[in-house]
């Protein structure tokens, strides 16, 4: 039987008229044809191909057939495959007569795999044509609710599944192979100084705990407002990208690292809000009294002399609103490809959207698939993604207000995806607002006593942060303090001073260190 498969020049001779699909009926008819000769050669191509593959329809339906009594470990051939049909089933495809047709335009089994990535590729290209069609039909419609951008949308979001949907060059892979990585990754890690794995965040005792962003690892940030999540988010996407890093060879010679890009996606914050935070940062002046231009001359020569110093860093922001994960992923593989990627920031994960059909069944759903396409992106480029996320309500219920796994919001997914769980946690807000005031019949001296009690608790837990590693795929977890400047919505490492007064930089289990000695919420008798 003739192939189908047409060449350019046939159809430039054929004219304008209607053009065959891409298919090519000779090679699923080998293929089929191998598999009745040689069931082996099914195992070469199951792992990617599937009936609705072939062009022919009779051929899926074969395709069909000779999976399941395969997958049985029963035989496949004419013989067999007979009783899987019933008697019309079996005429409609050709009966005894075509399954022998079809063993006797056999290929060997070593071809099968070539022929069965021949049949999926022109499934592919028929697939494009049909979503040419679509785009181009959508795009003469007047549905006043299929937006041009709801269009390109669906039109990444096929394509993306379409690319990942029969990803056959993956598979096993030797463990000699997995050693070598690791053994590689560890080369790195002690070459490189502060014997990090993984990118450095420049803050220690975080970096000591987590040994650095790890590649293909999705971090989740997470805290109610106003404990800083963004704040610390732009901190670590700052240092990250300011990094002067060296790797050392054997000799001792040391080669300097290009500092990592770093890609930020700010769905709640507009870019020169994000930026303006940064500049605070590094000119070490109040956000507020930028935004008021409450500034002296010297305050406002170091905030020139800074926001030229940070020009020079790889950071890129993208503050484009209710971006689909879709989209994101796009962005950032272009971003890879134009300038190299070294972190993913996402700032936060519940202002995401997922594809419209997850939008159309629930929110749980609809975050499910937002978190696991993070987790995808992470592995897909190789970088660590730290997506930023909200808190439910129930943690203002409780008398100890630290977050816990249980209070991620709106999904478990969350939790199950994520390879590292952070909470954000700041005592110092919520003593703030129990200052004390008079209550009824009370005393003065009994308020001062008080007020008293409350400003030593203060004392202790004022400008102070803690990061609670409350999941770790890879490691242990614990509690990591640092030091906060709320003026200029900067987190910093805690001086050796601040370490001696009883209270540790760092609470990890099974690590040295005691436990933290800061008073728990609700514990302070005032």
Known sequence: MATSLQQPEDLEKSGPGYRQPPNNTEAEMGLLGAFLENNRAYERVSEFLRSEHFFDPLHGRIYDAVSKLIERGQQANPTTLKHVFDTEEFEEIGGHRYLAELAGATFSVINAEDYGRLIYDLFLRRQLIDLGTDVVNAAFSHDPDGSAMRQIEGAEQYLYDLATSGDYEGGFQSFAESIRSAVDMAAVAFNREGALGGVPTKFRQL??????????????????????KTALATNIAF????????????????????????????????????????????????SDRIRKGELNQPEFDRLVQTSQRLQKAPLYIDDTPALTVSALRTRARRLKRQQGLGLIVVDYLQLLQGSATAREQNRVQEISEITRGLKTLAKELEVPVIALSQLSRAVEQREDKRPQLADLRESGTIEQDADVVMFIYRDEYYLQRAEPARKADETTEGLN??????????????????????????????????????????????????????????????????????PQSGDVPF
């Open 239 to 286: 240092n990250v990208a300011s990094l002067n890093d060296v790797v050392a060879d054997e000799d001792g010679n040391e080669t300097p690292i290009d500092d990592p890009v770093v890609g930020f996606f700010s769905l709640e914050m507009s870019a020169e809000q994000l930026a303006g935070r940064i500049l605070a940062e590094g000119a070490q002046i109040a």
């Open 449 to 518: 006593q008080r007020y008293m009690v409350w400003e030593e608790a203060m004392a202790q837990v004022r400008g102070r942060a803690e990061v609670i590693i409350a999941k770790q795929r890879h490691g242990p977890t614990g509690t990591v303090n640092l030091r906060f400047y709320p003026e200029a919505t900067k987190f910093d490492n805690l001086e050796d001073e601040d370490d001696l007064n009883g209270r540790p930089g760092s609470r990890v289990r099974g690590v040295p260190g005691g436990p933290d000695a800061a």
């Open 207 to 228: 970096d000591l705990l987590l040994g650095g962003l790890h590649k293909s690892d999705l971090i989740v940030l997470a805290g109610r407002p106003a404990m800083g």
